[in-house]
């Protein structure tokens, strides 16, 4: 009997520590499952103005273009600069052989003279016999063919100034002069070939200061009007290579939307006094607008999108998540403008989302909103 109770009670012990060793184990589990939740990366929803701005490309076109083209004929004489060359308003560029229109212009230079000398002869005989006709020394008959003719050499005098002026344009023709401040382009005929009336010579291009075209999608267009309303002339900037090349203002919108493309086409101007950009290149334009005041932002990565819609992750204290939808709002290349249940502070996860479901535990990986938040 004294052998029975002692195996009993040594049974006894040995099935109280396997209970004490399988809750250790089944304690350690837990704790293990908990602290291997699914790691991800999380960043905080932050409070701040949100500087707003448009990006998009354009392409640049001179603010003025002009052909020098030849309103004469003859044989091309001279030029004066070679291609490429930067010119001034009033430079001479070419000179035609103008030696037969200089011959014209001293013709009938020559002929108006002549008719001029005509018709002071003809007004000094007119007021001579003014007198004598009212004593009727002269008959009333000879009296009109004198006042006839007066009449004939002022009209040939006119038609003389009217043909010199003509043959002096002519003349000032054979000397091509730069209409504006520029650049030559290419020259397409050699000198001495001959000139036809319409030929042209190169083109002359100013590109200080230079236009920018572009389009925007029709639903920047209420912001972007509004914006331009409360401050007058919006701020544009040309970037090259990722960098300001230029500044300017917008000067123009189209006020008809594309039917095939939904856009609206826009133009704006650079000073371009360095001379950093080129007619034909290609730039992006970023159009500054007034800042969003106070606004939620958190990163575009953190955005998904389900059946309902935009939605979040959220962080709980004790590591679980819960599903936040959201609508966006602007939005640059990293971050996004949301409103919905989320609160500053709130952390919402970044990476780590593809098997994710509310209710999962996380652990998680801080990760800051950066403070410049503008293109």
């Known amino acids: 009997m004294k052998l ?26 837990s704790q293990n499952e908990k602290a291997s939740g699914t790691s991800v990366k999380t960043a905080v929803v932050e409070k ?17 273009q002009v052909e020098i083209t030849v309103s004469v004929e003859g044989e091309l004489l001279k030029s004066y600069f070679e291609e490429g060359s930067e010119v001034k308003k009033g430079d001479l560029l070419f000179e035609i052989l103008s030696v037969k229109y200089q011959a014209f212009v001293d013709r009938t ?6 008719y001029e000398i005509e018709l002071a002869h003809a007004k000094k005989k007119l007021e001579r016999h003014s007198s004598l006709v009212k004593k009727n020394f002269v008959t ?19 038609t003389e100034k009217a043909n010199l ?14 209409p504006i401040d520029g650049i030559l382009g290419k020259q397409k005929v050699d000198v001495g070939n001959l000139l036809h009336s319409g030929t ?12 920018v075209d572009f389009q925007l999608p029709e639903k920047h267009i209420s912001a972007l009007k509004q914006t331009q309303r409360r401050l007058g002339k919006l701020a544009i900037t040309g970037l090259v290579d990722g960098k300001p090349a230029a500044h300017g203002v917008l000067t123009f919108i189209d006020p008809v939307i594309s039917k095939a493309s939904g856009t609206v086409a826009l133009r704006g101007c650079f000073l371009n006094e360095k001379g950093m950009l080129h007619p034909g290149q290609f730039v992006k334009v970023l159009i500054k607008l007034e800042n969003i005041k ?13 059946e309902d819609g935009a939605y979040v992750y959220v962080v709980n204290e004790d590591d679980t998540i819960r599903y936040v939808l959201v609508k966006k709002g602007y939005r640059n290349d990293d971050f996004v403008v949301v ?9 919402i996860i970044t990476e780590g989302l593809l098997h994710l479901y509310p209710g999962a535990s996380v652990t998680e990986i801080l990760d800051t909103v950066d403070e410049d938040t503008q293109e």
């Open 4 to 29: 029975g109770n002692f195996t009993v009670i040594a049974l006894c012990l040995i099935a109280s520590l396997s209970f004490s060793r399988c809750s250790s184990h089944s304690e350690a589990d």
């Open 200 to 211: 042209i010579l190169t083109i002359l291009i100013q590109g200080t200061p230079i236009h």
């Open 165 to 178: 002026a003509l043959a002096q344009l002519d003349l000032d023709h054979c000397s091509l002069r730069a």
């Open 48 to 64: 701040k103005d949100m500087p707003m701005a448009l990006e998009t490309v354009g392409y640049l076109t001179p603010s003025a």
């Open 109 to 114: 230079q020559s002929a108006l003279e002549r």
């Open 140 to 158: 009333q008959s000879r009296f009109d063919d004198l006042k006839k003719e007066v009449l004939i050499f002022e009209s040939l005098v006119k």
């Open 294 to 306: 106070d606004a939620l932002i958190i990163p575009k990565s953190a955005v998904q999108i389900s």
């Open 339 to 347: 409103t919905g249940d989320l609160q500053e502070g709130d952390k």
